[in-house]
């Protein structure tokens, strides 16, 4: 297994036309990994210490959006491979439920404890944690962030905040974007080609900027018709109930789109319920197990790339490397890959797919 990531110097905006691959996955995730929860509390080490020591031990608090989200399971994941190999390293995992004051009572409760010289946060709100992060830095705690950006512009792939030592993440604009262009592909020669939206939770920085860079796309092509928007919850049951009354209402469509492969598992059963398997192109964004078993049955039309293993991996790398006197890359975007240029796979390059997580 070799996880890799983009560092960059500069803020990436979209380059949907290919050049930049989010790729989930070069590395084989073992689903089987993505159920654990967490190796060691971590109570040894002085927080704050900047010593450059080679074995300095590094007891990491994972700041997850939830803890049964197996998107999140597949990072954390990543992270304690990457604290067993380095050696000398502690993971232990806090799950927010979705709530961002939730995650910044429990950074707060982490730095008080003195216990943790190592954060990764995987924000579910990257503006709200900002203080706490601050409060953090200033006691010397090591800071990574993950998953989507911490700072005051959401919008905007970059390390926004002086001080920590990489923002490791997914440019979820330029995946949305990438989820346009699918289903734009899907949608060709059909005029008007009818499409669907599936959002997840509306008020998760990573979800709006997803969504938007998919708008954008998609405003660009005047044979696509935003027929319907529903909200499964990044979860297949909503998504479900969601997509059947849509195609009470709209039983023409063409294409759906999602910000998540688990709401295009729902959405395929709603899809097979009214006899339309096949005949509707479903697009997630993943490229998770469900998804690569979802496209080689022809079910699935594809699925945008996120490399969740890859980007806890990666997190946990760089902050014990910054703990022992090492440098990082300031921004990483940990999705991409040359196994899928596109940045989505589909039929064409779902065989040379391996999952990092389960969907």
Known sequence: MSPEGTPRGRPARVRRTCALAAGILAVALAAAGCGSSGSGSGSTG????????????????????????THQQAALTGAQTAARELGNATVRPFGAAFDPNKQVNQIE????????????????????????????????????????????????????????????STDYYTVGGYGGVAAARACAGKNPCKVVYLDGTPTLAADVSFTRG????????????????????????PAFKAMKDILQAHPDVDVV????????????????????AGKIALIGDGASAEAVRGIEAGVWYGSTVLRPYN??????????????????????????????????????TVSKWKAEWPG
């Open 46 to 69: 002085s927080t704050g210490d900047s010593g450059g020591s080679s074995s300095k031990q590094a007891n990491i608090a994972m700041f997850i959006v939830d803890t049964s989200n």
């Open 109 to 168: 409760d982490a730095i008080a404890t003195g216990q943790y010289n190592v954060f990764i946060v995987d924000a579910v709100d990257g503006t709200v944690v900002v203080p706490a992060i601050r409060q953090a830095l200033a006691k010397g705690i090591k800071v990574v962030c993950g998953f989507s950006v911490c700072g005051p512009d959401q919008t905007r792939f970059a390390n926004e905040i002086p001080g920590i030592v990489s923002q490791v």
């Open 214 to 237: 998919w708008k954008a796309e998609v405003a660009k092509h005047p044979n696509m018709q935003v027929v319907a928007v529903g909200q499964g919850q990044f979860l297949a049951d």
């Open 257 to 276: 789109g999602s910000v998540s492969d688990q709401e295009i598992v729902g959405a395929a059963q709603a899809v097979k319920e009214a006899g339309k």
């Open 311 to 348: 980007q806890g991996y990666l997190a946990a790398k760089y902050g014990i490397g910054a703990l022992r006197g090492q440098s990082a890359p300031p921004l990483v975007n940990s999705d991409e890959s040359t196994l899928v240029p596109e940045g989505y796979i589909s039929r064409a």
